[in-house]
Structures are given as structure tokens and as C-alpha cells.
């Protein structure tokens, strides 16, 4: 019997890939089962956080739009059109969607069934490899050669930032996986696996794995009565193992399990079932994997309810900076999302201090400052804040600053359960003297700028790196206004700052060795904060300042900014862009290393490349005090 609408689906289908590998005969097979959705302008097709479909889609009319959420604000990163796949994520991941599926005009989609579908995947070569790459690739079609590895956005491309995600995070598995021998007795294995609370044992012999039971050959060998319990591990164990190396990333994993169709991976020694066995990757271990995903992060932020929640958390931000590092990814991308994580701690800590206080009295703006402002803190360092509340009357003024006294104490107490210790110069906003109004702060700014250095100390610097974590942003562009607006041709003002920016000249001495401690507990070891990051962080300040560049609060990106307002320094900008980057992946590796701030690094531990490297971060520090020297008509300690 002739089925026109699966003839018509058939033919919208042929059209496009992967289904242009298939005959049409299976063509018109997947299409009898296609499920026909309308969407309205605005519909929601699924959205972050659903459990995952048992298809998935392809426009056939209208536009689709994939978009993620982070503090509220919807962000576009792709938009998929007349024959764009989309929601294929039920093929790679068992968790729910990360993205959400949205119809921006009417929109007309299919619905493939997975069950349906599955079996053309596995058949089929061409169909395989246009899903594989295009989840490799990041885009709804990997054949495009215009956005080829890139995510879409009506505005923004992605090149890095998204694609990344799914790529770095290295997977965590067992390295000590429960074995047996091929002539082990299935009731012991079925044992063992008991014990262990696991679901899969490998066979081996000798040390080169030769297969696997799991709980599945459990139930449909075993318990099925096709085999007894007595029967010998060799007869229902599943041979060959998918063997692969060792260092495996996430997208990698998926990509087997998929190619495979299997739930478990040894790793061993080269990749090959020839090698020493040295672990097992589970599809739980994915899923654990995929829970470090930095917008998961975000999201279990945003649940979390106690100060151990978060500190959970943060423990997860700092294994994500590790692999991170590890894949080599750009540490200027793991910044970013470090820095974002690390708002969202502060603000969940101040939205659970607000829940037990009950509503502010008045408006307010919470913000980080100093390496949490400029959203550099990858380690856990300390933490350094402000609160600035809105103008009230004065018969309120002390009732008012008594409750954000109190809701700061909540906050920062919460934060430092979590592991940020609180600032030992006490530039926090629990502290009475940085709890304060808009007109006191901006009396407080004058008074930096105007008369530096007379009663203020060295702390002050750090309050001109803010970012909010909280509250108003109105409250934030005041503070920026006013400084701006002071600071304009202020020579006093940039003669403090340059000084000191100078205060720590290049860290190598005559002979161009090293200048290390030279006693007290961190004797012999190099001050990488103070003698290296410190003259970087400082000169950066002072430049953008000067140069009235607004809205750049990272090192690196204030170096990059000025690299583009001053072309005749470009190039020594762009040097001290990529020294801050590299002194501050030696900082983190040490702090990594040893679960310490990584200021001090021994340098007996560096190789010869790598001190090499670290010196040659000395030569920018050296010519962009030269520069500030001059251009502010400066001397050394002057």
C-alpha cells in the first residue's frame, strides 16, 4: 500500500546528509516512523536540563535556534535551518540536553526515532563518520566548509570557547580494575563484581586483555538459563575488549562507546589489546565526566544550598583547570571560565546570606576585587571585596549598613568554608570600612586619586580592579564614572600608580640569575607573584587607565587592548599579554602540584626549558617599565 507522507519525507530526507548514504528503500523505512512537529514562533522544542528524547531533529521549514543560559542571560550559539540536524546528543550522552532548542520563526521538524535509526549508524560507514564529525566538529553540518568547527551565532562566532568544552576535560576512570583469568567461574566474578560494586570485570591473560563480563552478560547469558553459574568466564564474555590509550578525553570516550556500541573501555598501555592493561572507562565515568562540564558547574551553583555544597563544587572547578592545562588549552580560555565559576560561587554565597536575612533595605553592588576582580583567580587565594549601597536617608544610614555589615559577614564567612580565605590586609566587604554608600565610596575615590599616597596604602591599588558579583550594575558604572572621570589628567595620580608599577624591577640579577628568597621558610625559591605578575599587574592598571580603556578588567585582555590603542607598542603589549600567561600557568601548575597559592616556585624543580621560558617573561616586565619610566617621567623607587 502506497504511504504518500512517508513518499514526501522520503524525499525531503534524500536531499540532505547523512541520509544522502542511504537507498531510498531505507530511506522510506526511517520515514514511516518520522513524527511531524509544528512549532510556533518561540516554542520550545527542549530546553537545558530536559531528559534527553528518543529522537532526534531536522528542519525542514522555519529556523531553529540552540542557545545556553548563564546568570540568567540567554546566549545564541547556533541556529539551524532546512536540513540541520539537531539534538543528537541522546547518541553520545545519557545525561540531560546542555543546550536549549528554541523555533525563531514558525518551524516545521522531524522527529527521528533513536531505536529506528540506530541500526543505519551502525551499518553504514558514511552515516557514522557525518555523525561522528559532526559532533567533532561542533556544527549541525560538518560539510560546511565556511563554519567548519565552529558554533554560529547571529553575531559571534565561537571559534574556541565553546567547542572546547566538550574536548578537555579528561576523563577519570578506575585505575585498578577488578580481572580475572579466562577460566575463572562465573559465580566468583559475579561475586567479585558484588563486592566491588561494579558492573563489569575485565578477562585477561597474563596482563593483555582478552574480554570483559558485565552485568549485561550477566542477565542475558546467565540469568536467562542460557549458560549455568558454574560455567568459565572464556564462554560468556565479550571478546574483544575495546581497548584504547591512555589520556583519553571525553568526546574521544563518547565516539568509541558510540562506534562500538558498548558501555565499557580498557585503557591500556598503547591503545591496542597487545598492551599492558592500566584501567577501565565506564559510561558512568561520562556521565561523572560530563558533570564538570563548566555550564553543569554553573548550573549545581545555582542548587546549591549549603557552604559544602559549594565548597564540592569549587573542588570540581579545580580539577577542570588541571585537565584543562593538561589538554594544553589556552590559559586565557581556562581564565574565563574560572573566572565566571568563581562569580557564581560569590553570588550563590550572597544569595544564601540574603535567603536567612530576608530582603535588602536598599539597593546594592557586591564587588570583587583584586585577582577575583580581574577574574585571574584560578587557585584558591584569597578573597577580596567591597559592598557599595545606594544613598539613603540619613535617619537610616545605620540600620542600613548594620544589615549589609551582617550579610556580608554571612557571605564571606560562607566563602571562606569553601576554601577562599578571607584578605590578610582585610579588604573585604564584611570589613566596616569597605561596607559603605555610593557618596562615601566615591568620597573614597577621590580621595585615592586625588591626594594618593597620604592616607591610603599599598591595598588601595587592588579596589581598581572590580567585577560585580552581585546586585546593580548601575551602582558598578558610578564607581567607573567617577574614576574615570578623576583619574582624566591627573598627574599626581598616575605619578603614584607608576611609581608603584616600578617598585619591583626585572627579577634577574648582574649576572642574570634568578633573585630567590633569601631566608625564611621559602629560602632559595622564586617569588613568581611578587617579582614577576605583580609588576605585569600593576603596569596594566596604570596603562589602561591613563589610556581611559574602559571595561577591560583582565591583565591579559588590558595588554590586548592596548596593543590595539597603541600601535607603536603593539608588539611590546602583545609580549606582555603572553608573559602574564605564561608566568601564570607556572604559578598554577605549582599551586596544583603541591595544593598551595603557587607564589613560590623552586626552581630546582624547573627544567632547563622551562627556565628559560620563565626568564624570557622578564624581558617585557624590563621595556614596559621603561616605557612607563618614560612616559610618566619616572625613575626607579623615585
Not at 309 to 330: G, V
Request: contains cysteine.
Amino acid at each position: 500500500m502506497k504511504n504518500p507522507i512517508a513518499e514526501r519525507i522520503a524525499d525531503f530526507l534524500k536531499n540532505f546528509p547523512p541520509f544522502q548514504s542511504l537507498a531510498y528503500a531505507e530511506l522510506f523505512h526511517i520515514a514511516c516512523e518520522i513524527r511531524v512537529f509544528y512549532l510556533e514562533k518561540g516554542k520550545i522544542l527542549f530546553q537545558i536540563g530536559d531528559v534527553c528524547h528518543d529522537s532526534f531533529y531536522i528542519v525542514v521549514s522555519g529556523a531553529i535556534g540552540l542557545s545556553v543560559t548563564s546568570d540568567a542571560e540567554e546566549t545564541l550559539i547556533d541556529k539551524c535551518d532546512e536540513g540541520d540536524i539537531l539534538g543528537l546528543r541522546p547518541f553520545f550522552a545519557k545525561n540531560n540536553y546542555l543546550m536549549t532548542a528554541k523555533a525563531r520563526e514558525e518551524s516545521i521538524v522531524y522527529a527521528i526515532p533513536l531505536k529506528i535509526f540506530q541500526p543505519f549508524v551502525t551499518a553504514n560507514s558514511n552515516v557514522l563518520s557525518f555523525l561522528l564529525e559532526s559532533f567533532a566538529s561542533n556544527t549541525r553540518n560538518p560539510y560546511d566548509q565556511e563554519h567548519r568547527g565552529k558554533l554560529i551565532s547571529e553575531n559571534i562566532i565561537y571559534k574556541e570557547q565553546q567547542a572546547d568544552i566538550q574536548y578537555f576535560q579528561s576523563i577519570h576512570y578506575s585505575k585498578e580494575p577488578i580481572m580475572a583469568s579466562q577460566d575463572a567461574i562465573v559465580k566468583d566474578i559475579a561475586q567479585m563484581m558484588t563486592d566491588n560494586i561494579i558492573g563489569s570485570v575485565i578477562i585477561k591473560n597474563g596482563n593483555l586483555p582478552i574480554g570483559i563480563v558485565t552485568d549485561k552478560d550477566l542477565r542475558s547469558k546467565i540469568a536467562t538459563g542460557h549458560f549455568p553459574i558454574t560455567t568459565v568466564a572464556s564462554k560468556i564474555m565479550t571478546s574483544p575488549v575495546i581497548t584504547v590509550p591512555e589520556d583519553l578525553s571525553l568526546a574521544e570516550a563518547q565516539l568509541y562507546m558510540l562506534k562500538y556500541n558498548v558501555d565499557y573501555l580498557c585503557v591500556t598501555e598503547d591503545g591496542s589489546d597487545k598492551s599492558a592493561i592500566r584501567g577501565i572507562i565506564s559510561e558512568n565515568d561520562l556521565v561523572v565526566a560530563q558533570a564538570n562540564n563548566p555550564g553543569v558547574i554553573i548550573k549545581e551553583v545555582k542548587r546549591a544550598q549549603t557552604a559544602k555544597d559549594l565548597k564540592r563544587i569549587r573542588e570540581k572547578l579545580t580539577e577542570l583547570i588541571a585537565s584543562s592545562i593538561q589538554k594544553d588549552i589556552p590559559l586565557s580560555h581556562i581564565m574565563n571560565i574560572s573566572g565566571e565559576i568563581n562569580t557564581a560561587i560569590s553570588r550563590r554565597a550572597i544569595d544564601l546570606a540574603i535567603l536567612e536575612m530576608g530582603s535588602p533595605p536598599a539597593r546594592f553592588a557586591w564587588l570583587s576585587i583584586g585577582s577575583q576582580g580581574r577574574k585571574e583567580q584560578l587557585l584558591l587565594t584569597d578573597q577580596d571585596s567591597m559592598l557599595v549601597f545606594e544613598d539613603v536617608a540619613q535617619d537610616k544610614y545605620r540600620d542600613v549598613k548594620d544589615y549589609f555589615l551582617k550579610l556580608a559577614r554571612r557571605a564571606t564567612s560562607t566563602l571562606e568554608k569553601v576554601g577562599y580565605v578571607p584578605s590578610p590586609d582585610g579588604a573585604v566587604a564584611s570589613n566596616i570600612i569597605w561596607c559603605k554608600s555610593l557618596t562615601d565610596w566615591i568620597k573614597q575615590y577621590n580621595t585615592w586619586i586625588n591626594t594618593p599616597g597620604e592616607t591610603t596604602d599599598v591595598i588601595s591599588t587592588i579596589f581598581f580592579d572590580y567585577e560585580i558579583a552581585f546586585g546593580e550594575s548601575a551602582i558598578e558604572e558610578a564607581i567607573t564614572e567617577i574614576i574615570y572621570k578623576n583619574a582624566k589628567t591627573n598627574k599626581l595620580f598616575f605619578d603614584y600608580l607608576g611609581n608603584d608599577a616600578l617598585k619591583k624591577p626585572p627579577p634577574l640579577g648582574f649576572f642574570r640569575q634568578f633573585l630567590v628568597e633569601e631566608g625564611g621558610e621559602n629560602k632559595d625559591t622564586f617569588d613568581i607573584k611578587s617579582r614577576a605578575l605583580t609588576p605585569l599587574i600593576d603596569a596594566g592598571r596604570l596603562l589602561v587607565l591613563s589610556q581611559d580603556i574602559k571595561g577591560v578588567n583582565s591583565t591579559y585582555m588590558r595588554f590586548k587592548q592596548l596593543a590595539v590603542a597603541d600601535s607603536r607598542n603593539s608588539e611590546l603589549f602583545l609580549n606582555c599579554a603572553e608573559a602574564f600567561l605564561t608566568l601564570s600557568e607556572f604559578r598554577t601548575v605549582e599551586g596544583l602540584k603541591n595544593d598551595s597559592n603557587g607564589q613560590f616556585i623552586n626552581l630546582e624543580e624547573l627544567s632547563k626549558t622551562d627556565k628559560v621560558k620563565l626568564k624570557n617573561c622578564f624581558i617585557p616586565i624590563k621595556e614596559v617599565q621603561e616605557l612607563i619610566k618614560n612616559r610618566f617621567k619616572l625613575t626607579y623607587f623615585s
